[in-house]
């Protein structure tokens, strides 16, 4: 852990530079290393010379984080069915800012998984966080022109894949409370009437606890799914909504442990994503809320 006066500037924003990490490697546990590795990075700079000692901090986590993630990135070609993000439980305070919420969102995440490294990093550090395209070259070692192209790269191909539709808080609500519901009365037909005709459900297990080991689309399916599972678990699978990434999600817990974490995508009053993560190793953080900031 970090140990160092609490008026030091990485101590300070401490917070935004884990925000940096998880949204660059979307794993709580990867971007805890991180941040762990660029404070002893930090403790070596000669900080004389250092005018923005936080652009400079965010700088070191964003190089660290890039390699991290070139790492994992291999890793997790091997990984069992669908990966999906480390869910974070986060304070009511971060759905106020609306940019941040949407960054870190999980159906977001998951198109950020569909980018380069490098353009993951530019386009995190560039429009989530506002970094200068001087400082992005730097902190990904690029000259400042081929930044900018990556740039472009990487907002045509996240716009091209985010949810298109609108989405509010209010409708995920809806679409939450109807799961609860479902999960309490054994009635599925409220939530099947919110599941659109094209909706897909990923499921992680990792491996470790059974999940879905390819997506599943279509509403049909997808009730049918949802219908087997609660059957199969009924009496014994209890929901509390909770904030997670910025949203409205589920703590699933059966008998009473942690089972899973399940987010929802809601477009245009429709459900189109469901995601259900259940490998333990990415429920560690859900037992209070990370510190979320920009």
């Known amino acids: 852990m970090i140990e160092a006066p609490v008026d030091d500037p990485f101590v300070e924003h401490r917070n935004l530079l884990f925000t940096v990490a998880y949204e660059l490697l979307g794993s709580a546990a990867d971007a805890e290393d991180v941040v762990q590795e660029s404070w002893l990075k930090w403790e070596r700079v000669d900080r004389t010379g250092v005018r ?13 984080a890039l390699d991290r993630l070139r790492t994992v990135a291999r ?6 069915g669908p990966w999906l993000p480390e869910p974070l439980l986060t304070a009511p305070d971060v759905a106020a800012d609306v940019e941040l919420a949407d960054s870190l969102s999980t159906a977001m995440l998951m198109v ?59 409708d995920t609500a809806r679409a939450l409370a109807a799961f609860t519901r479902a999960i309490e009365t054994g009635d599925l037909q409220e939530l099947a009437d919110l599941l ?61 442990e942690v089972d899973s974490v399940l987010t929802v995508r809601v477009e245009e009053g429709l459900v189109t994503a469901v995601y259900t993560v259940r490998n333990p190793e990415k429920l560690s953080a859900v037992g209070a809320a990370v510190g979320v900031t920009r």
């Open 52 to 64: 923005d000692p936080r652009a400079y901090a965010v700088r070191i986590v964003a190089r660290s």
């Open 75 to 80: 890793r997790r070609e091997d990984y069992i």
């Open 112 to 170: 950020l998984e569909t980018l380069e490294p490098t353009e993951r990093a530019v386009f995190v550090l560039r429009e989530v966080f506002d970094v200068p395209y001087d400082d992005l070259a730097e902190a990904v070692g690029r000259t400042p022109a081929a930044v900018r192209q990556i740039a472009h790269r990487a907002r045509t191909h996240v716009a091209e894949r985010r949810p298109r539709g609108v989405v509010s808080r209010s």
């Open 196 to 256: 659109a005709p094209d909706v897909v459900a990923f499921g992680d297990g990792g491996g470790v606890k059974q999940a879905l080991p390819r997506p599943v689309a279509g509403a049909e399916k997808v009730a049918k799914l949802l219908s087997h599972g609660m059957r199969t678990v009924a009496g014994r699978l209890t929901a509390e909504v909770v904030e997670v990434n910025g949203w409205p999600g589920l703590l699933l817990r059966l008998d009473g």
